[in-house]
Structure formats: C-alpha cells, structure tokens
C-alpha cells in the first residue's frame, strides 16, 4: 500500500531564508506526487503536482520540487520564503485504486521575521 | 476557475441534532469527494462520488450519509453525531473519474463542525 512520510513536524526558517520541505513515498509503481498547502483553518491549496516527464516541477508562489526515484523523494523547495508562507504543507501520492489520495502527516512551517 | 465553495463555514450541532453540509463546484467535474480533518492531521478520505455515483466509502459510520443530488453539487448529511465527529470537513472535486491517480483534487475551504 501507499504511504507518505514528512519526518519534519514543524520547520522554522527567517524570512528570506530558503526552504526546503522533505517527503518520502512508498509506492510500487511510478507515483502521481502532489504538494498542497493549508492556511489555518482553511481547504488545501494544491501548490505542485509530478505524474511524469521533468523531475523538477515548478509550481505557485514561486516554489518547486525534485522528484528523485532513486530516493523516493519529493521534497518541496523555495529560494526565499516570505512570512505569508507560514502554513502548514501536506505532501499526497495517488493511490492505484479509484481517485484516492494518501496524505502525509504534514510539516508546519514558521517564519520568523 | 478552480473554485469549490461549501457552506456552511461554521456549524454547531447537538447530538440529536439534524443537519447538512453543502458543497458545489461549476468546473465540469465528475468526481467528488468528502474529507474530514481532525486538528494536527491530515485530511482522512470519507466518500468519493463518480459521474454522481457512490463509488467509494471508507467504512464511514452510518451517522454521516452522503448525497449527489447532479455533477455540481455534493451534500452531506448529519445526524446523532458525537462530540468525537468535530472536525474540518472539506469537500473536493477532480475532473475524471477515469484519470484515477493523476487526477487533481481542488479542495473546498471547508466547514468547521463543533459537535455538543
């Protein structure tokens, strides 16, 4: 079965910092990756998404991820966050059956100023 | 336009209380989808509607009964909930059934549901 692990809980970076989130998945086949990220209280806005082709993927707000089979990772990065950053950021693969999505447990992210 | 709204945002209910949660979406999709999310977790997937068809329920209690009156609306009925029920739910919807796995889910902003 699928699974996603976000080892980090909660990362803290300053403002102008760059940023790098870690996502590790467990699939048989090729994995369907996403990001979203969610502002407290709210939905989940989808940030990137890998089904194929280039490895690195560029999304909204100015981030991006490598997909690395050979680590089965797709880690979330940004060159410099800005404190409207802060949220909390949820790696997801697709599941191989129906339209299901498996979620990691998710990492927090503060900025400080 | 990637706009799936929910109402209500808020709702407090009592334990024998009757009440619905509404989702609608004007993108075309054919797939959508009920979640709930405790505070400090990721969102657990309840229901998935395709082309308005039950397609998958993640052993969800009777107490919750979902329902997908056409392609653009998506309700979710509550009654005899528990205080163990309060959570996020949020509602999302995909564009094809059949696209499985690489088929996008765009979330609603959810409603925020206090069970007494």
């Known amino acids: 079965a699928q699974s996603v692990t976000q080892p980090d809980i909660h990362i803290t970076v300053s403002e102008g910092a760059s940023l790098e989130l870690r996502c590790n998945y467990s699939?048989?086949?090729?994995?369907?990756l996403f990001w979203y990220v969610q502002s407290p209280g709210q939905g989940l806005q989808l940030l990137l998404k890998y089904f194929s082709g280039d490895t690195l993927v560029q999304g909204i707000k100015g981030f991006e991820a490598e997909f690395k089979r050979s680590q089965s990772s797709f880690n979330l990065r940004k060159p410099s966050v800005h404190w409207s950053d802060a949220a909390e950021y949820f790696c997801a693969v697709g599941a191989n059956y129906g339209n299901k999505l498996v979620f990691g447990a998710g990492t927090i992210l503060r900025v400080k100023s | 336009d990637t706009e799936v709204t929910q109402t209500p945002k808020h709702l407090v209910m009592g334990m024998t209380n009757k009440k619905s949660l509404k989702c609608e979406q004007h993108?075309?999709?054919?797939?959508m989808y009920w979640y709930k999310q405790k505070a400090k977790k990721p969102p657990e997937l309840m229901f998935v509607y395709s082309y308005e068809k039950l397609s998958i329920n993640e052993s969800v209690p009777s107490r919750f009964s979902p329902e997908c009156p056409n392609s653009s609306l998506l309700n979710l009925h509550l009654h005899a909930l528990q205080p163990e029920d309060s959570a996020l739910y949020l509602c999302?919807?995909?564009?094809?059934?059949?696209?499985?796995?690489?088929?996008?889910?765009?979330f609603g902003p959810g409603t925020r549901l206090t069970v007494l």
């Open positions: 993108m075309g999709h054919r797939a």
């Open positions: 699939y048989g086949a090729t994995p369907y």
């Open positions: 999302a919807s995909s564009q094809d059934p059949a696209g499985g796995s690489t088929d996008t889910q765009y």
